[in-house]
């Protein structure tokens, strides 16, 4: 690390940050936040590292500062300096921190220097004011050495500009810089600058400091404002914010007696309300009814505002099952939705119809409606009340199999592989084959398996025809071929599901079936343990759990051979009757 004393130093400490209004009614200190100049961090901007160094700070001689540098007194109670030949910045925040035109800026700063900082020591001291970033008034202080300088751009150095630095002197001098801001810069935001090009408002014409002199020590850096010209928008607000009956919209500016102008903008040019204030107590008010979502804009002598939004209600959710309306399902999709407040109008767009669905939405703001799909891929566009706030869904309409792309099965068993064949399709080597389910979206969520047409992730050649294969859970699916691994719908999407192998009745092996009379007796294989449920009917139609008559439950089986059933027929009997014969649950 270099030596303090031998490399161009700016060093800066700092007072307690003004929060409160000063002394005189007619001026207001503005924050200045000291971290900022403190650590180099947080509220400084430019790149002070790309300036050649780094900021080193301390309490009384902290980080190697000691009291030799100051004639054994600190004449400050913090001391911290940086290495870097650049600038430093640090923007307000808050309250404050925009330029007001007409009004009147006024940076101050205690200047000085140490016993290490003697005659033979150029160096100078830079203040500026910056309105987003860039510079908008500056001014520079030397040191004695350039007491008797001349400056290229006319006459000399003023004294109140010159600092002395000998062994004898570190006593404090106040620098001061000005601003009156013109209304061009109104609104921007205001920053300290600290070092800097002194060409700005002083050209030396010899003997200039080198780009790396702009260093000095500095304490109890304050920015006050001229309070009495200040116009300025304390409050605005909206007696409601939603859109429908009339709504008022008022305010209060404070310090009206300087007010030239009060507009209120809609987006579509200011317009002056100043008719609509009181010049006394700063309050007014106006009644307004869009009809749709609008910012309202209040601003005060060109430059200190507030926004109020009415809002043509809010979208809690906007959502759907199925993002595939199926050929099994007519091609249909159903969506729903919620929104605040009930009882306004509302429209879903598919992209070419407004559909009005305020008649499908109850009064808890909840909706529903069924929507039959024409395109392959659509997206519903949900709007409340003509309002900025809108949701989307999209979805897709599936296309089924074709001699182009098909699927070898629409359902299959767990285990089961599902194969995708194409034929005649541009067969680029980038296109790929991706697999969703059916509550998803390409492009919106990932596939859950997909292979380039070569069969993998890795790109090979031209396949205009092949297939292959995919193994998926239970579930939903459908599958699409995609051009040029984007996402364009080259063909598809086909639906396809995947179930649980059905379980498999035991086969019970009826031994005879004997009528005699008006009796008829059955006789099957039972096992040890078993209780068995007996179905009756006149035909083979139906379903026999479900439509045929229940003549025996839980009837225990005899044992590892044979059980029988006998039912007496009513008279006259049937011709014909059939038996069905299950294993009873309840068995063990």
Request: charged fraction near 10%.
């Amino acid at each position: 690390m270099k030596n303090p004393i031998q490399t161009s130093l700016f060093a800066i400490a700092l007072g307690a940050a003004c929060l409160t209004p000063a002394a005189s009614a007619s001026t207001v200190n503005l924050p200045v936040q000291n971290a900022g100049f403190d650590t180099a961090t947080g509220n400084l901007a430019d790149s002070w590292n790309s300036n050649g160094g780094s900021v080193r700070g301390g309490n009384e001689g902290g980080f190697g500062w000691t009291a030799s540098y100051f004639g054994g007194t600190f004449p400050t109670n913090n001391t911290f300096a940086t290495t870097f030949g650049g600038p430093i910045r640090q923007d307000l925040t808050g309250p404050g921190s925009t330029f007001v035109a007409g009004a009147t800026y006024t940076l101050k700063a205690d200047l000085f220097g140490s016993t290490n900082y003697k005659a033979g020591d150029s160096r100078m001291w830079t203040l500026a004011l910056t309105g987003d970033g860039v510079v908008v008034a500056q001014d520079q202080w030397f040191s004695d050495e350039f007491a008797s300088q001349k400056v290229s751009n006319g006459g000399a150095i003023p004294d109140n500009h010159i600092i002395t630095v000998n062994a004898s002197s570190t006593g404090l001098t106040t620098a001061t810089l000005t601003f009156t801001v013109p209304a061009e810069l109104a609104g921007q935001v205001i920053g300290i600058r600290l070092g800097g090009d002194a060409s700005a408002v002083y050209t030396l014409a010899s003997g200039s400091p080198a780009t790396d002199d702009y260093f000095g020590f500095m304490d109890n850096i304050s920015l006050v404002v001229s309070e009495e010209l200040i116009a300025a928008v304390d409050s605005f607000y909206a007696d409601d914010t939603f859109i429908g009956d009339p709504i008022t919209l008022s305010w209060r500016v404070v310090n009206p007696s300087v007010m030239n102008s009060l507009t209120l903008d809609s987006g579509s040019g200011e317009v002056s309300v100043l008719a609509a204030t009181n010049p006394t107590t700063g309050e007014g008010s106006i009644a307004v009814n869009p009809s749709a979502t609008t910012t309202y804009t209040l601003k005060a002598n060109g430059s200190s505002s507030k926004q109020v939004t009415i809002s043509g209600g809010e979208i809690s959710s906007f959502s759907t099952t199925s993002k595939l309306g199926t050929a099994a399902n007519n091609h249909q999709v159903t969506l729903n939705w919620q929104v605040y407040p009930p009882g306004l109008p509302i429209k879903i767009s598919d992209g070419t119809t407004d559909y009005n669905v305020a008649a499908d939405t109850d009064e808890s703001g909840s909706g529903t409606h069924t929507f039959s799909l024409t395109n392959t891929d659509t997206t519903f566009t949900l709007n409340q009340n003509n309002g900025s706030d809108t949701a989307t869904v999209r979805v897709l309409r599936e296309a089924g199999n074709s001699a182009a792309f098909s699927l070898n099965k629409a359902q299959l068993t767990v285990g089961e592989a599902v194969t995708a064949s194409w034929a005649g399709t541009g067969g680029d080597p980038n296109s790929w084959i991706g697999i969703y389910n059916t509550a998803q979206v390409p492009n919106t969520n990932q596939s859950l398996q997909w292979n380039y047409l070569s069969g993998s992730h890795t790109v090979s050649g031209s396949h205009p025809s092949g297939s292959m294969n995919f193994t998926l859970p239970v579930g939903n699916y459908y599958a699409v071929l995609f051009l040029d691994e984007e996402y364009t719908i080259e063909q598809g999407p086909i639906a396809f599901s995947v179930v649980e192998v059905p379980p498999v009745e035991p086969t019970i092996k009826v031994g005879s079936i004997t009528r005699t009379g008006n009796s008829v007796t059955v006789v099957w294989e039972s096992k040890a343990g078993q209780q068995y449920d007996i179905y009756a009917s006149e035909t083979m139609a139906g379903a026999p759990k479900t439509t045929w008559e229940h003549v025996g439950t839980g009837l225990p089986s005899n044992g590892d051979g044979t059980t029988s059933f006998t039912e007496t027929l009513p008279a006259p009997a049937p011709m014909r009757r059939f038996y069905k014969i299950y294993e009873s649950a309840t068995g063990q």
